[in-house]
């Protein structure tokens, strides 16, 4: 039976690790693996300097910072920008930030280990839905720190791993929440099962507290001052932004004219 796993298994996985493969092979044969250190700022990036372990233990929680934010968990807050002086590199490994990309690493695992068990009697469903998952996390490579590139902590590289993160989420909710019947019947359903009643509850409060969070953090990217301001409660050392929010309260953007606060 381990066979017959191993054969539905390995065809799903290998097409797409082949294929990463090749693209950074053909990015190293033509020398267009990694930016020039010339082409990139301090100020955007802090850490494309960084090499051995000390590299590896801040992109693994650079990585790990994506992975939260794309689930719905921000453990360094919102920034439309997250540079130099914003996000204090990790110096040891007793730093307990550290927690984060172990606590992704052995989730990853241990479902590789349920996937591969339940493969092995038959199940391949969730092997399936493991792979799918892995194959949208493949969209936050960029950030790794394997290669050296411009980009730093950023909302916007999350946006292709949100997509895969939403349809498992959806699919998880509706085998949580909707047993066989609920399709047919769901208003007596629903009058008799007072624990279904409970978890569509938590699901219409899921989804509020997200139209709130979704809100608020619109509303902060309507205007240049709500944005930078948002910035700098979550970074407030960061020369960039303090730097762009003084040239608003020169008089760059009408309205905000206030060279004391500019200063």
């Not at 799903?12 to 053909?26: A, K, N």
């Not at 090499?51 to 693994?60: A, D, E, F, L």
């Not at 019947?181 to 978890?199: A, F, I, T, W």
């Not at 608020?216 to 979550?234: A, F, G, H, P, Y």
Request: aromatic content about 16%; some cysteine.
């Amino acid at each position: 039976m381990m066979k017959s796993a191993l054969k539905e298994f390995i065809p799903q996985i290998l097409p797409p690790i082949f294929f990463t493969f090749l693209y950074l092979i053909l990015r190293y044969k033509y020398d267009t693996l990694s930016i020039l250190e010339a082409l990139i700022r301090n100020a955007e990036n802090p850490f494309y300097r960084f090499t051995g372990t000390h590299r590896v233990i801040n992109y693994c929680y650079v990585f790990a910072v994506h992975v939260f934010k794309g689930v719905g968990f921000d453990p360094i807050g919102f920034s439309h920008e997250y540079g130099y002086n914003c996000v204090p590199e990790i110096e040891s490994i007793s730093d307990s930030r550290l927690f984060f990309p172990l606590f992704i690493y052995g989730f990853l695992i241990i479902c590789f280990e349920i996937g591969m068990r339940r493969s092995f009697y038959g199940d391949h469903e969730f092997s399936l839905k493991f792979i799918f998952g892995l194959s949208w996390m493949s969209t936050l490579f960029p950030i790794t720190g394997i290669i050296r590139v411009g980009t730093f902590i950023a909302d916007r590289m999350i946006v292709p791993f949100t997509f895969g993160v939403a349809i498992l989420a959806g699919n998880i909710v509706t085998d949580w929440l909707l047993p066989p019947k609920m399709s047919r019947y769901p208003v007596e359903v629903l009058k008799k099962d007072k624990k279904l009643r409970g978890r569509l509850a938590q699901v219409f409060l899921m989804i509020a507290l997200m139209s709130i969070k979704l809100k608020q953090r619109t509303e902060n990217w309507m205007s240049s001052v709500n944005l930078l301001e948002s910035s700098l409660k979550t970074c407030p050392r960061y020369a960039k932004v303090n730097l762009e929010l003084s040239k608003v309260y020169s008089g760059t953007v009408a309205g905000n004219l206030d060279l004391e606060k500019s200063l």
